[in-house]
């Protein structure tokens, strides 16, 4: 639940995006994008500090110093008075949300390896995943009887309820004897040494890549259902239906991998997500970028499908090779993996020109990059 506290924090509020540009006076339609973006480079740029604490004051202090940043920021963006304060407090958002984000993986580390931590690894992302199953359907009921400023209200609580029950109900798992100093020498020494280990940034790259894909589709979804199919109030069932493919394979992966392996099932997985790519592409440039909404749905939930499956797996190889520095290795992989899928989803989804091409054409480069990039990765 504390993962998912990224996924609430962004899909509920794409159904108010509008209401919040024309609020706070945005001219560019596309520039209403950055509310998602920023909390994704916050979350970058946090998870190279909070990983690296956590290894020195335990995992538990740094997530509740992480709270309290989140916290901060959901105040700033309710009383936002225009979009610039409104994108520092998205700012401030990511970066407290950097800690949950980074904290869980080294927790799961810190008690689990190989084919049990990617099955744990599943587990946590379903929860992750099927968040944004219902998201948007509770952005848009707020929305309709008490405003956009109201959304922030719930990440509030959201906030407070997790950080209680993560205090009352999990163990602080890093020994005080395995603990490590917080020094910036420490951090650029670890980092020098995971960007030597081949598998662990190889298959980092490729989640970034990845989650590339999924980023571009956040920030052009509300204005590709909303605005080019105008489906309206419609638009949390259909975003839903998506989710529920990617929970659904995430799910099943923790099953398939205790059977297939991590490598296998990334690896059809990512030749599954550039195939489906290849091919819708060359349905949408006959049908000039609008192709029907019924194909679209086939497209995305079969396409998303093959993403729920790599979540886990990509994660879980990433940090297998990891376990004698699963604090800090979990904070410069994750800062890297969400710098790329930030990066390469804000282009992306700032390219979208009233049609699904840019993120069509985004996919099948992304997910063909990703399979020589994991390719290179199992070499090491």
């Not at 204005?223 to 989710?243: K, R, W």
């Not at 699963?326 to 282009?347: D, E, F, H, K």
Request: glycine share 10%.
């Amino acid at each position: 639940m504390m993962m998912s506290l990224t996924a609430l924090s962004i899909d509920a509020m794409l159904p108010a995006l509008s209401q919040i540009s024309s609020d706070l006076g945005v001219a560019n339609p596309n520039d209403r994008q950055l509310v998602v973006s920023l909390i994704f480079l916050g979350s970058a740029i946090g998870q190279l500090f909070f990983g690296p604490l956590s290894d020195r004051t335990g995992r538990k202090p740094a997530i509740y110093a992480g709270y309290a940043m989140y916290i901060t920021g959901s105040l700033v963006s309710v009383f936002s008075v225009d979009f610039r304060m409104m994108l520092f407090g998205r700012l401030l958002q990511g970066l407290g949300i950097s800690a949950p984000q980074a904290i869980t993986r080294a927790i799961i580390r810190d008690q689990f390896e190989g084919r049990r931590m990617a099955r744990v690894m599943s587990f946590t992302m379903t929860v992750f995943i099927l968040v944004p199953m219902v998201a948007p359907a509770i952005g848009q009921g707020i929305l309709s009887v008490a405003g956009w400023r109201s959304i922030f209200g719930s990440f509030l609580f959201f906030a407070l309820i997790t950080a209680v029950w993560f205090a009352l109900r999990v163990p602080e798992t890093l020994a005080p004897e395995d603990r490590a100093p917080f020094s910036v020498r420490r951090i650029l020494d670890a980092t020098r040494k995971i960007l030597r280990i081949r598998p662990a940034i190889g298959y980092a790259l490729t989640t970034g890549l990845v989650n590339g894909v999924f980023h571009s589709y956040l920030n052009s979804a509300q204005q590709i259902f909303q605005e080019q199919y105008a489906l309206g109030d419609l638009f949390p069932l259909f975003f839903a239906i998506n989710s529920l493919s990617l929970g659904l394979a995430s799910l099943l992966n923790a099953q398939l991998v205790m059977r297939f392996g991590m490598v296998k099932l990334a690896r059809w997985a990512l030749r599954g997500l550039f195939g489906l790519a290849v091919a819708f592409l060359g349905v949408s440039l006959a049908l000039g970028g609008h192709p029907p909404l019924a194909g679209l749905m086939a497209y995305l939930v079969a396409a998303f499908f093959c993403i729920g499956t790599l979540f886990g797996n990509l994660n879980a190889l990433a940090m297998q090779p990891l376990g004698h520095l699963a604090g800090i290795g979990a904070a410069v992989l994750g800062s890297l993996t969400t710098l790329v899928s930030m990066v390469l989803g804000t282009v992306i989804g700032r390219s979208y020109n009233g049609t699904i091409l840019p993120l069509v054409i985004g996919m099948v480069v992304l997910s063909g990059v990703s399979i020589f990039v994991a390719r290179w990765a199992e070499s090491g």
